[in-house]
């Protein structure tokens, strides 16, 4: 999520918080408004066992019917899963997918949003009922998970995102993202998902419930062939101050002191990407997982905070590389410019490529516009600062939302931003689903454009499919490329052929991603052991079918 996103939502919910941004305006403005003009200028087997459990308690409502039915679980879709027939819970065989390669593989990708990680102007009717319920009247002023917990308290905290986790998204939402060509997810996590919580932090402090969650998402997307990218959405200390971080706050505290000191939140961001680490090392379900973005969207303010930035990219780097499978670490330029990124990038060169950058250009948008046109020519211009850049660039965030609220001009939009995405690394679509909130709505606010479910259940014909080109799931990359092929033949409004200079990266000279390559070979023929996490009948005989080793 964008921080101008989320902080002009703010602004627009809360006039106190305009005094927050003054005051941060007059202190920062100068920084800010350079950046403003930036490349994001228009934006503002352990584990086997703690997931049985949470699987145990998930899988009872995966059929969908929870209390909030209304959301994306119910899109137009006609493939929901057949749940039941295979409890989740039992013992299946696993066999590792293939390599996702980044220099070669385009994902067409969607963003779990506010799943693990509550931003409340995604769903803000809920959020506000659950703590006014506790604690009436602190809707008004309560804006962040942290402030959710903290009204709510521990237990309280505990059973509301329990039940917010089972019924936000739901295994029905991955078939229906199968059938629209979807082939990864992102999944923003806060970084209390992987470390303890210390003093002061109201977040629940239960690692092992939420690995669990993620645990069934993986076992989710395995069994239909998609991948996943773990995203550090929110850092100790707030890497950005803004309400997608977990925690909306004036005085974020993970950058600090010196170009060459770590601050206390910086070490306990090196042990959550350890602790990540950990994680992959022990899931049955390791080789979904694409990628680790050790952070989203930080906002450094000075030279020195770039200069930590870049320390902790590359101790991430190193920890993920010499862990035991090891993925591809996801940087983001921090608003410095994708060009200020140019020679740490080329230092971490390889083939298949172990490095990769983001971004969320959000054409259109901050503040959202009306020139369909010039919208459609600033997906060009965003598409084209990514030619060249020595390792892919995986736009992680893009959505329709804009000032035109028009459905053919909506399907253009989609296409163009699909097709030319796929120019560099692909992109993920913010977000699965927003539930839109009745009273932005009497005052103006439709935010439904960044809710790709949403906008599926509002008309479906918006979102072309593989079906329509006659064509089957894009989770093997033959039909992933032949339905992006198919997608640019058929635009209406393009950014011409694309480029010679565009992924795949030159491999010749590059050194081999070594780390990857031996994980991989000694693990080929392995067949590991995971706790079904999917209630789906079908799902699982794909699964059953898949489970013979690939290679010996
Ligand atoms: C950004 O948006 C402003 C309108 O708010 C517009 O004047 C400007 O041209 C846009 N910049 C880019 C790069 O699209
Ligand atoms: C579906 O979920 C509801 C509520 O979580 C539960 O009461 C019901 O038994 C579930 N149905 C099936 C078939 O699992
Ligand atoms: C949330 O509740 C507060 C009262 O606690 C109210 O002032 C505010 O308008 C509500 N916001 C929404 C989006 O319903
Ligand atoms: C969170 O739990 C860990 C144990 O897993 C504990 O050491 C830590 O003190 C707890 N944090 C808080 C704030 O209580
Ligand atoms: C990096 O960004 C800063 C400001 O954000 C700028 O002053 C500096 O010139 C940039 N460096 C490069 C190499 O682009
Ligand atoms: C979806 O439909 C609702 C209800 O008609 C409308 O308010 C909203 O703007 C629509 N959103 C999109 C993205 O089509
Ligand atoms: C990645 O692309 C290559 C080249 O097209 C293909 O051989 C491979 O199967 C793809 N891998 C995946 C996981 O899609």
């Known amino acids: 999520m964008a921080p101008q996103k989320s902080r002009r939502t703010l602004w627009w919910i809360v006039g106190a918080v305009v005094a927050v941004a003054v005051i941060l305006g007059a202190v920062l403005g100068g920084v800010l408004g350079s950046r403003a003009a930036d490349d994001n200028s228009n934006k503002s087997n352990a584990a086997v066992n703690a997931a049985a459990d949470g699987a145990a308690s998930s899988s009872s409502s995966s ?42 593989n385009k994902s067409i990708g969607v963003c779990l949003g506010s799943w693990l990680i509550l931003e409340k102007w995604m769903l803000p009717d809920w959020f506000n009922e659950t703590v006014n319920a506790v604690t009436p009247g602190s809707g008004a002023t309560t804006l962040d998970e942290w402030g959710f917990c903290q009204v709510l308290g521990a237990d309280g905290c505990r059973s509301a995102l329990t039940e917010h986790w089972d019924n936000w998204i739901t295994e029905a939402d991955f078939d229906t993202m199968v059938e629209y060509g979807i082939n990864h997810v992102r999944l923003p996590t806060g970084f209390w998902a992987w470390i303890p919580t210390i003093e002061g932090e109201p977040f629940l402090n239960d ?31 707030s890497q950005n101050g803004e309400q997608a971080s977990g925690h909306l706050t004036k005085e974020p505290s993970w950058f600090g002191g010196s170009a060459d000191t770590e601050t206390p939140n910086q070490i306990r961001s090196d042990q959550m990407v350890v602790a990540m680490t950990e994680f992959l090392a022990r899931t049955p379900y390791r080789s979904v997982v694409t990628g680790l973005e050790v952070i989203n969207e930080p906002r450094p303010y000075t030279p020195d905070q770039v200069q930590q930035l870049m320390n902790y990219y590359e101790r991430s780097y190193q920890t993920i590389q010499g862990s035991a499978w090891p993925v591809a670490t996801f940087l983001a330029d921090g608003y410095q410019g994708l060009s200020n990124w140019t020679s740490f990038a080329e230092a971490h060169v390889t083939s298949p490529p172990s490095m990769v950058m983001v971004d969320h250009p959000y054409p259109g948008n901050f503040p959202p516009q009306d020139n369909s046109q010039d919208i459609l020519s600033q997906v060009c211009s965003a598409a084209d600062r990514y030619l060249n850049y020595p390792i892919p660039v995986c736009i992680d965030e893009w959505s329709l939302y804009t000032g035109v609220k028009d459905q053919s001009f909506e399907k253009t939009f989609y296409e163009q931003q699909l097709a030319t995405w796929a120019w560099s690394a692909g992109g993920m679509y913010w977000s699965w689903r927003l ?34 080109y006659n064509l089957g799931a894009t989770t093997t990359d033959a039909s992933a490329q032949a339905y992006l092929e198919a997608v640019e033949a058929d635009l209406s409004s393009s950014c011409g052929a694309a480029p010679d200079n565009v992924a795949p990266y030159a491999t010749g000279s590059v050194p081999t991603w070594t780390a990857e390559v031996s994980a991989r070979s000694s693990a080929q023929g392995q067949t590991l052991t995971a706790t079904s996490t999917t209630a789906s009948t079908t799902a699982t005989a794909r699964l059953r079918k898949r489970a013979v080793p690939i290679a010996f």
């Open 63 to 104: 059929n969908g019917s929870g209390s909030r039915s209304s959301g994306g679980s119910s899109t137009a879709t006609s493939s929901s899963a057949a749940a039941s027939a295979t409890p989740a819970g039992a013992l299946i065989d696993i066999v590792d997918l293939p390599a996702w390669n980044w220099g070669q």
């Open 207 to 237: 690692t092992a419930l939420y690995q669990a969650q993620i645990e069934k998402v993986l076992g989710w997307a395995y069994d239909r062939g998609m991948y996943v990218l773990i995203d550090a959405h929110g850092l100790p200390g």
């Open 435 to 468: 539930d839109t909130s009745q009273q932005d709505l009497a005052n103006g606010l439709d935010y439904s454009q960044y809710s790709f479910s949403t906008v599926l259940r509002n008309n479906s014909a918006t979102i072309p499919k593989p079906a329509d």
